[in-house]
């Protein structure tokens, strides 16, 4: 069975869940506000994805992908956080191209960890869902725990 991500912290072997590459899909309030806490904290973001064009924090419109999702970048990352609407979890995560041992997480606080397909081996999988809610896009009050 594989491993399972629990409040953002992996339990077994982290592997290099800890430095490694981010990857966030999905770019709405949630999605944007922790993308920006990522780059501000310095961590390795190999991918910021969303589906459309829309209006962007400045930190993130200039690194942003739309449209089709980049599948070699996203092969690349050991983290990727799916920030999209629930009904899309399940559906989304089966369709992504990992890499072995990497981590899929997923923000919904409504939806059980087992959406993300845990029978594929190598992944390790969970939630994590950010107790706050996020603003829409502007000057930021506080960091994002």
């Given at each position: 069975?594989?491993?399972?991500v629990i409040s953002?912290?992996?339990?077994?072997?982290?592997?290099s869940?800890?430095?490694?590459?981010?990857?966030?899909?999905?770019?709405g309030?949630?999605?944007?506000?922790l993308?920006s806490?990522?780059?501000?904290a310095?961590?390795?973001?190999?991918?910021?994805?969303t589906?459309?064009?829309?209006?962007?924090?400045?930190?993130?419109a200039?690194?942003?992908?739309f449209?089709?999702?980049?599948?070699?970048r996203l092969?690349?990352?050991?983290?990727?956080?799916?920030?999209?609407?629930?009904?899309?979890?399940?559906?989304?995560a089966a369709a992504?191209?990992?890499?072995d041992?990497?981590?899929?997480l997923?923000?919904?606080?409504a939806?059980?960890?087992?959406?993300?397909?845990?029978?594929r081996?190598?992944l390790?999988?969970?939630g994590y869902?950010p107790l706050?809610?996020?603003?829409?896009?502007?000057p930021r009050?506080?960091?994002v725990?």
């Open positions: 069975m594989p491993e399972q953002g912290e992996l339990y077994g072997d982290p592997g869940a800890s430095t490694g590459r981010i990857a966030v899909l999905g770019l309030r949630a999605g944007s506000a993308a806490e990522f780059l501000a310095g961590l390795p973001v190999e991918l910021l994805w589906r459309s064009r829309r209006t962007l924090p400045d930190d993130l200039p690194l942003a992908c449209g089709p999702l980049p599948h070699d092969r690349r990352a050991d983290v990727v956080v799916l920030a999209v609407h629930d009904d899309a979890i399940a559906s989304v992504l191209p990992l890499a041992g990497a981590v899929l997923h923000l919904s606080g939806r059980e960890s087992s959406e993300l397909d845990p029978r081996p190598g390790h999988f969970g869902h706050q809610s996020f603003r829409p896009a502007g009050p506080f960091a725990p």
